[in-house]
């Protein structure tokens, strides 16, 4: 068996001496792998030193070959996706910075008079409305404006105080905003959403996604906004 092992060693030896791809014992090998040109000369060398009364089989050969194509296909896949990567690294960059500055519509009952003086924002009715009413608070719960939206269709309806009064403007203080519908059962609270001012913006990571910091609200994923406006 000894005999064999020593055999098979100096073949192996001779066909990496061949190659020239054998380093000296105190030489640390930069690369451990084979790249596709040195693949062929392996194979070449090994189909020239086969025994032949007893050549390699075609089958044989060829599985070898798709092997090697196999994981060359997947490396140069891997490469492609670290490319995309970094291009969606730099996606989320540019989308964070153009975010600053701009409104968001987020669910909460909270707002602020944009730069128009104007507080905006929606309620998702999950039924038809015989009566809608918006309602606008200060923080001592003094009623500072209503709408009454009359009957609505069940979805998305959307409400605005224009030009609140420069008095309010001046306090910059937070409007509490309620809302109500009656979808058969009387005047129910429903849960409206308000655009609220971007202050800042980071890019996350793949899983988590861009990360913006909303005015009254904190730190809010985009995958919670609902709609973007300027």
Do not use: C
């Amino acid at each position: 068996m000894t005999s064999i092992d020593n055999n098979q060693n100096s073949s192996l030896n001779a066909i990496l001496d061949e190659l020239g791809v054998r380093s000296n014992e105190n030489e640390k090998k930069q690369n451990d792998q084979l790249g596709q040109e040195d693949f062929l000369k392996l194979m070449t060398t090994q189909l020239e030193n086969q025994d032949p009364f007893a050549p390699m089989e075609n089958a044989e050969f060829i599985a070898q070959m798709a092997q090697f194509s196999t994981v060359t296909g997947i490396t140069d896949m891997g490469e492609t996706l670290n490319g995309i990567s970094e291009q969606l690294g730099e996606f989320r960059i540019a989308t964070a910075s153009s975010l600053l500055g701009n409104s968001v519509l987020v669910p909460g009952n909270y707002a602020r008079p944009d730069d128009n003086g104007a507080i905006h924002g929606v309620v998702d009715l999950p039924s038809s409305s015989s009566m809608t009413q918006i309602t606008f608070s200060n923080e001592s719960g003094e009623v500072l404006h209503q709408i009454d939206l009359g009957a609505q269709a069940a979805g998305l309806v959307g409400f605005d105080w224009d030009e609140v009064p420069q008095d309010i403007l001046d306090n910059e203080e937070m409007i509490r905003i309620d809302a109500y519908a009656d979808t058969g059962q009387g005047l129910k609270a429903v849960s409206p959403s308000v655009f609220a001012e971007v202050l800042a913006a980071s890019t996350g990571d793949a899983r988590q996604g861009i990360r913006l910091d909303i005015r009254d609200y904190g730190e809010v994923s985009t995958a919670e906004v609902m709609k973007y406006r300027q």
